[in-house]
């Protein structure tokens, strides 16, 4: 007790260099628990980027091939889905609701995905969290359109603003269907999932831009306008994926080995949840890295603090050499360091909790609204727990050095003058 309270007075006495210390330290733990709270946060809202659909259901191909274009919208899809199976599949009794959708078109590299109002209810994010429309309202109208919060925010429209689609996936639309045009009916709010980065407008919609065309150009001398268009006939022919939610839980690999080996044509029953935590694994990698950079941070400030210890233990020769003189032992010293050492590294990470969760608080809402990542402020884990307490037996053990440099100097060292 009493070498504690020694400690605390020698860096009272030395209260700029050991706050700075204590601060340094602090910052490196603020950094190594939110790099695994963003960590932690980044694998949550990954995993959670759709909720509610139990099967995704599209042309035969590989698992990830067939979420990536369906929910991320990256890439395009082997083959459509004939309305005639979509119908057929959309009787199944196991089947609680089911949404169409269908991609192929771009707004100035966005994509556009023709799906039916029912997907602005059926489709959850965050578990729970259902669609909801910062303006607006779906589409009700065979041109309107649904804008998510990224294409409105980067493109700057509003509602009412007419916007032409391009035919294909390009950033800039040389074949447009201009003759078309549609007007934004619904701004989308910030969700951090695909759906921001996505114009959504109605089947029926994507059919009428294209009845006068065919393999990706307009045919020669037909065009029909948009008046004429909405007169026709506009089921459609074929649709690219479609989400599925089931009465029960216990009827997915029962419905999935059903599709997977539906016999009218190939299809793909994949069971999203499951195919993130694939993708997940392939992406995630660089979670590592960070790691790795948060705990190089973290031996920096224990560097710090070892090297401010042994800069101070020549001026403190003198100080040394007279509590070994009123009776002091050298591992009363030795203790004395390696206890400022343990008050250094402990304030240090007291402090970095407080700074993390002050952080978190004060900046949550903010990474929630501009990047889509929800970070949770919850109680730190087991596993940080036991970082921290590997961070605190370091800086003990790195204390050592310059106690045993002060346990090893003799009195009278400590009474010479150098000059």
């Given at each position: ?328 032992r050298p591992a009363t010293i ?80 400590g009474m010479t003058v150098r000059?």
């Open positions: 007790m009493i070498v504690l309270r020694l400690a605390w007075q020698s860096l009272a006495n030395r209260w700029l260099t050991a706050t700075l210390t204590i601060v340094a330290i602090a910052v490196s733990i603020m950094l190594l628990l939110g790099v695994e709270k963003v960590r932690t946060g980044a694998r949550q809202s990954f995993a959670d980027t759709i909720s509610g659909t139990d099967l995704i259901v599209g042309a035969r191909s590989g698992a990830l091939n067939l979420l990536l274009y369906s929910v991320f919208r990256i890439g395009n899809a082997t083959n459509n889905i004939t309305w005639q199976t979509y119908q057929e599949i959309a009787k199944a009794p196991d089947i609680d609701w089911i949404v169409p959708i269908s991609l192929g078109d771009s707004h100035h590299g966005f994509r556009v995905m023709g799906t039916t109002p029912e997907y602005f209810q059926r489709y959850h994010y965050r578990r729970t969290n259902a669609l909801t429309f910062s303006e607006g309202k779906p589409f009700s109208d065979l041109f309107d359109a649904v804008l998510g919060a990224d294409v409105a925010e980067r493109l700057g429209y509003k509602l009412g603003d007419k916007i032409v689609v391009a035919h294909g996936l390009g950033s800039t639309g040389f074949l447009e269907h201009d003759d078309k045009p549609f007007q934004v009916s619904g701004i989308l709010a910030k969700t951090g999932t695909p759906v921001d980065r996505t114009v959504h407008v109605s089947l029926e919609a994507i059919e009428a831009i294209h009845v006068d065309w065919q393999s990706g150009a307009r045919i020669p001398g037909q065009s029909v306008s948009a008046e004429e268009v909405r007169h026709m006939n506009l089921q459609p022919k074929a649709i690219t994926a479609a989400l599925i939610g089931l009465k029960s839980k216990l009827a997915i690999f029962g419905l999935q080995r059903a599709i997977n080996d539906y016999r009218a044509e190939p299809l793909s029953a994949i069971l999203p949840g499951s195919t993130l935590q694939e993708l997940w694994s392939l992406v995630g990698t660089a979670e590592t890295a960070l790691a790795a950079v948060s705990a190089m941070v973290v031996v920096t400030a224990l560097l710090g603090m070892v090297t401010m210890i042994l800069t101070t233990l020549n001026e403190r020769r003198r100080e040394m050499a007279i509590l070994r003189s009123v009776g002091a030795l203790g004395l360091l390696v206890a400022e050492a343990s008050l250094l590294i402990v304030l240090g990470v007291a402090l970095g909790i407080v700074l993390l969760y002050a952080g978190l608080i004060g900046l949550q809402p903010y990474i929630d609204r501009a990047y889509g990542l929800y970070i949770g402020i919850e109680p730190l884990k087991t596993g940080e727990w036991i970082d921290l307490a590997g961070v605190i037996a370091a800086g003990v053990i790195a204390g050592l050095l310059p106690a045993l440099r002060a346990y090893r100097l003799s009195l009278a060292d000059t």
